[in-house]
């Protein structure tokens, strides 16, 4: 029996059929679109094997069957119960590269018909004259039957998956995009520093900048994946994710179906300069949210939150108005409500942003000085607030790294009091340390009492970790061991409070010892007291283990034994915190009214509690860039004397001029309202000294409040 090559009858019933416009059409076309084309279906009669090239081979005669039908193929009895009609369509030929040395005839004929489509179409082209000579037929027949067998062999693994989307990591794996558990561990090994030494052109990740941040870990949802599965956290979200149609994606929050639908708000970010590699930017409202702007200032002054919920319903994405109502239900122990109105107010300003303006890459500024700035300052530390009290410190201190980015040499809201515990919380002893070793000369992280305690205790949680060299682990200690002798010589007066708040009692010699005593504490500076009560307060929880206590022990008693031998470093830093730490900036305070740790908002100076301090804008800079004003209110008090002034601050629903006629011709009458307004006033003043009643302080040995005074 005599094959049939390419070169015969049937290889001329193909040219005859690829003649034409049709074939020229086709030549620039796909296989599947050349199906289109030529009107073939499911189950429809194609090319015989014979015009391929092909025989059916023993295969089929080992079987007992017929023989096979035309188009067919060897892979025929495989695809014959198959209902998807794309499934006849290989799609991962034109993708797969043949191996070095393997030919691949059951192609190239399909190859030549779409030239033009193919690079290698080409070559096979060149090569055809070679291989499509007739032979004797059995050793053409063995020629062209040991590759397509081979090929259908190693298709077998790859047809499984053909029905479900699958995408290929770098790794060259194949991860089903319904699976979330591969999805889980895909992303433990891409985070795992162990695994993946290396990123994107051969940088690994102590190269990058310090402050660069990662759109991966923005995300909540991925670090919860991390420490409950996917599905426990996604559940059925993802497919009511696909049905959301008017929202696009965004790095800071992901929009809720629930907001309302999103318009252009009047908010646009401009590039003022370029200087030395550093992007500036500034937020600009528009005219129409400036009015905007002015009516939620006049529903600040009414002091009742309605009037703001009213404000809202008409401009639903004011940022401030969000800001603002994110307290009021914060304070009402509504925490759902409260972090939903700070994430539309991320998604207001992130739709604002400048096409050049950069999250991650930690040189675009953004100066607080500006109004208009202010408000994605506020909303992305109230925000980073709610993740770490929701249990996800890794994005929280990706989002601290982000504010810092904005404004490194001032930082207006102080962040730097508050990324040494997120990094401790997260695990992230590297960056921490890090971060001490890059700054420390110029920024003098020592002195700040978070940083002198933080970075020995990152040293030595380094120490624990097993899994590093034994070299490193005994430097981590050393290190460790010197920088808390250094912190209790500086801050002694954190010692006795941090131990209260770990419920240790401390042993006789420390608790008896003036050095750490009530004294330390007493003598120091408020500006002082204000900073290790912030730092207690915050970060007592991750020094109650008892290994980081057993290893604390003996470091106090060694600094107790350097006073007793009056070391000079204890006179050193004795005298720097009587130089030092004699007032706070302006932005600690903010950074500690925003942080509401009780034990540090009570050490706050009068001269701050004093003043009325917005959510929207807590303790405004002093030296403001203003760029636009609010216009005069026409109904503005301005001939209120000093007294009355004073009966509306206490009173704000006592009005002295209510009944006054704006009538500057009838100036009798207007001193008959006069005198009118003077007898409310002095009515009001009889009603508040009425009501005003005096309460004894209760007494703890006596708690009925009865008896004298002592």
Not at 111 to 119: L, N, W
Not at 458 to 478: C, D, I, K, T, W
Not at 656 to 671: C, M, S
Request: aromatic residues 6%; contains cysteine; charged residues 30%.
């Amino acid at each position: 029996m005599r094959s049939v090559g390419v070169g015969g009858a049937s290889a001329r019933r193909v040219r005859r059929r690829s003649s034409g416009a049709g074939a020229q059409r086709a030549g620039a076309m796909s296989r599947r679109a050349l199906r289109r084309l030529r009107g073939e279906q499911r189950g429809q009669e194609g090319p015989g094997l014979g015009e391929l090239g092909l025989d059916p081979g023993p295969e089929r005669a080992r079987e007992g069957g017929p023989p096979p039908a035309p188009g067919k193929g060897p892979r025929g009895p495989r695809r014959a119960g198959v209902s998807n009609r794309f499934e006849l369509i290989p799609a991962e030929e034109s993708e797969d590269e043949p191996a070095a040395g393997e030919e691949r005839p059951d192609t190239r004929l399909s190859e030549q018909d779409t030239a033009g489509g193919h690079q290698e179409g080409s070559k096979d082209r060149s090569k055809e004259g070679a291989v499509t000579e007739e032979t004797d037929g059995d050793g053409q027949r063995e020629a062209q039957e040991q590759p397509d067998q081979t090929l259908a062999t190693s298709n077998k693994p790859r047809k499984k998956k053909k029905k479900r989307k699958t995408k290929k990591n770098s790794a060259g794996e194949t991860v089903e995009d319904n699976d979330l558990e591969d999805i889980d561990s895909l992303l433990e090994r891409i985070e795992d520093p162990r695994l993946a030494p290396q990123s994107q052109g051969g940088i690994t990740p102590d190269s990058r900048p310090l402050l660069y941040v990662e759109h991966r870990n923005l995300n909540p949802e991925n670090e919860l994946k991390r420490y409950f599965g996917a599905r426990a956290v996604l559940g059925d979200q993802r497919p009511r994710q696909r049905q959301r149609q008017y929202v696009r994606s965004m790095w800071l929050t992901a929009p809720k179906n629930t907001w309302p639908r999103y318009s252009k708000t009047g908010i646009t970010m401009q590039l003022l300069d370029t200087r030395r590699g550093v992007q500036h930017f500034a937020f600009e409202h528009h005219r129409e949210y400036q009015q905007v702007q002015f009516k939620f200032l006049d529903a600040v002054e009414s002091m009742d939150p309605n009037n703001i919920v009213l404000l809202l319903q008409m401009n639903p994405y004011h940022v401030d108005s969000l800001l603002q109502l994110s307290d009021v239900c914060r304070m009402q122990e509504d925490q759902e409500m409260a972090r939903d109105l700070i994430e539309r107010a991320l998604y207001s300003l992130e739709c604002a942003f400048h096409p050049v303006f950069s999250l991650t890459s930690g040189t675009c500024r953004l100066d607080y000085r500006r109004p208009e700035n202010r408000a994605f300052f506020l909303a992305l530390f109230k925000h980073l607030m709610f993740l770490e009290k929701r249990g996800c410190p890794r994005t929280a201190l990706e989002f601290c790294k982000l504010i810092l980015s904005l404004d490194p040499e001032n930082d207006p809201l102080c962040v730097l009091l508050l990324i040494d515990f997120l990094s401790l919380r997260a695990r992230e002893y590297t960056f921490l340390t890090r971060l001490f070793q890059e700054w420390e000369s110029h920024r003098n992280l020592s002195q700040l009492p978070n940083f002198a305690f933080s970075v020995p205790l990152a040293y030595f949680f380094l120490s624990q970790q097993e899994e590093r060299p034994e070299l490193e682990r005994s430097q981590a200690r050393e290190r460790a061991a010197q920088l808390v002798q250094l912190a209790l010589i500086m801050f002694p007066s954190v010692l006795m409070p941090l131990l209260d708040h770990c419920s240790v009692q401390p042993d006789a010699r420390v608790a008896s010892h003036p050095f750490f005593g009530l004294n330390a504490q007493i003598s120091q500076s408020p500006a002082l007291n204000q900073l290790t009560s912030l730092y207690v307060g915050r970060t007592h929880a991750l020094w109650k283990d008892p290994a980081v206590m057993a290893w604390l022990e003996p470091h106090v008693h060694e600094v107790l034994r350097m006073v007793e031998a009056q070391d000079t470093l204890v006179q050193e830093a004795e005298h720097k915190r009587k130089i030092r730490y004699q007032s706070a900036p302006r932005n600690i305070y903010r950074h500690i009214i925003l942080s509401e740790m009780k034990e540090a908002t009570a050490a706050l100076p009068l001269e701050v509690t004093s003043q009325p301090v917005m959510g929207f804008d807590p303790l405004p800079p002093l030296d403001s860039i203003v760029s636009y004003t609010r216009p005069e209110r026409t109904s503005h008090p301005s001939n209120e004397s000093t007294l009355s002034l004073f009966f509306r601050s206490l009173l704000p629903n006592f009005n002295l001029q209510g009944d006054v006629r704006h009538d500057g011709d009838d100036e009798a009458g207007a001193a008959q309202d006069l005198n009118q307004g003077v007898n409310r006033l002095m009515a009001a003043m009889r009603d508040m000294l009425a009501n005003i009643q005096f309460q004894e302080p209760p007494r703890d040995d006596n708690p009925e409040g009865d008896g004298d005074w002592d």
